[in-house]
Structures are given as structure tokens and as C-alpha cells.
């Protein structure tokens, strides 16, 4: 069983974000910052405004299958980036990848790679994980600068690795083991 905090309570805290577990009182700010950032996300990331999506984000959270990390500043608690812990495998694997996107207002600030760095922290303190893995189109230079800034290292390269925007796209293959982190 995955030991995940209560989700009133901020998962991390660092000096100008905190993470929190997302929670249907969020939904708002969470459909507000999708839209703000939509034309900054693509192409990397294509969001789904359907109504149905957050309350499907959610049990999919409380399943155990993904862990949500809204990264909030501390200073406003407005909502900077989001963080998913995805498809957490445990037993003999414990592992899972990363999907994250930040808020445009925001991007260059640090509020990402702190935001990142707490949720790396929980998912190996936390989640008892070993290895995440960022797999990230190669024109996406923020999100690969963000991954090696953190300690990722390059694995590889995947052709038509996942489908986004309804295309297959190519991914490069970062990942980092617990043993690796320097907290």
C-alpha cells in the first residue's frame, strides 16, 4: 500500500513552493491554469477541458496508480505547476515517470525545479520508489534543461514513443534512481 499524506496537508515544503495532493476543492484553479497556459504547454502537452477529466484525475489518484503534485507558491498559494507521478509500479520494479508542466508566468524562477526536486523527494521518501523516469520530446529543451539541472541522466531515445496532440512522438529517455538524488 502506498503511504500518501492526508491530502489537506502540503505533501513538501521549500523555500518559494510547497507540493499538495490535488483535491476537488482545487478544480478551479486547475481548470484557470490549464487555460492561462494552453498555448505555452503546445506541443508538448495537450490538456483535456472536459469537465469529467479532473474527477477522472482524481480516482486515479486515490487508486494508487498515479500520485498528483500541484506546486503551489508559497507566497500567493496560486497554483505554478502541476507534477504527476505516473504509473507507479511497485514489488520488485518501484518505479514510475514523471509528467509535469509549469506556469508560463513562472517559467525561468526556479518555482519548477524546486517544485520538481520535492516531488522527487516524496516519491522516493514517501512512495518507497527507486527510479523515475522523464521521457520528453527532444525540441522540449526547458523540460530537459529542468531534468539534467536535477541529476536525471539520458538513457536513450524512443521513436513515436507516446501519442500527443494525436500524433506519435519521439521521446528521449532521462531517469533517475533514489541512490542518485542528492536531496
Given at each position: 500500500?502506498?503511504?500518501?499524506?492526508?491530502?489537506?496537508a502540503?505533501?513538501?515544503i521549500?523555500?518559494?513552493?510547497?507540493?499538495?495532493?490535488?483535491?476537488?476543492?482545487?478544480?478551479?484553479?486547475?481548470?484557470?491554469?490549464?487555460?492561462?497556459?494552453?498555448?505555452?504547454?503546445?506541443?508538448?502537452?495537450?490538456?483535456?477541458?472536459k469537465?469529467?477529466?479532473?474527477?477522472?484525475?482524481?480516482?486515479?489518484?486515490?487508486?494508487?496508480?498515479?500520485?498528483?503534485?500541484?506546486?503551489?507558491?508559497?507566497?500567493?498559494?496560486?497554483?505554478?505547476?502541476?507534477?504527476?507521478?505516473?504509473?507507479?509500479?511497485?514489488?520488485?520494479?518501484?518505479?514510475?515517470?514523471?509528467?509535469?508542466?509549469?506556469?508560463?508566468?513562472?517559467?525561468?524562477?526556479?518555482y519548477?525545479?524546486?517544485?520538481?526536486?520535492?516531488?522527487?523527494?516524496y516519491?522516493?521518501?514517501n512512495?518507497?520508489?527507486?527510479?523515475?523516469?522523464?521521457n520528453?520530446?527532444?525540441?522540449?529543451?526547458?523540460?530537459?534543461?529542468?531534468?539534467?539541472?536535477?541529476g536525471f541522466?539520458?538513457?536513450?531515445?524512443?521513436?513515436?514513443?507516446?501519442?500527443?496532440?494525436?500524433?506519435?512522438?519521439?521521446?528521449?529517455?532521462?531517469?533517475?534512481?533514489?541512490?542518485?538524488?542528492?536531496?
Amino acid at each position: 500500500m502506498i503511504n500518501i499524506i492526508p491530502p489537506r496537508a502540503p505533501l513538501r515544503i521549500g523555500k518559494k513552493c510547497y507540493i499538495e495532493a490535488p483535491t476537488r476543492k482545487k478544480k478551479a484553479a486547475y481548470k484557470e491554469f490549464l487555460e492561462r497556459n494552453e498555448s505555452y504547454h503546445r506541443p508538448w502537452v495537450y490538456h483535456s477541458f472536459k469537465q469529467e477529466y479532473y474527477e477522472y484525475y482524481l480516482k486515479r489518484i486515490k487508486s494508487g496508480i498515479l500520485q498528483g503534485c500541484f506546486v503551489m507558491d508559497k507566497q500567493t498559494d496560486d497554483l505554478v505547476g502541476i507534477i504527476n507521478i505516473n504509473n507507479i509500479l511497485l514489488g520488485p520494479m518501484r518505479m514510475a515517470s514523471l509528467g509535469y508542466y509549469g506556469d508560463e508566468a513562472y517559467a525561468g524562477k526556479g518555482y519548477m525545479a524546486e517544485g520538481m526536486t520535492l516531488a522527487i523527494k516524496y516519491a522516493f521518501e514517501n512512495l518507497g520508489l527507486h527510479r523515475l523516469e522523464a521521457n520528453i520530446q527532444p525540441g522540449n529543451i526547458p523540460s530537459i534543461n529542468l531534468v539534467q539541472k536535477i541529476g536525471f541522466r539520458k538513457e536513450g531515445f524512443s521513436p513515436k514513443y507516446l501519442q500527443i496532440g494525436g500524433k506519435w512522438r519521439d521521446h528521449e529517455r532521462w531517469a533517475i534512481l533514489d541512490e542518485e538524488f542528492t536531496r
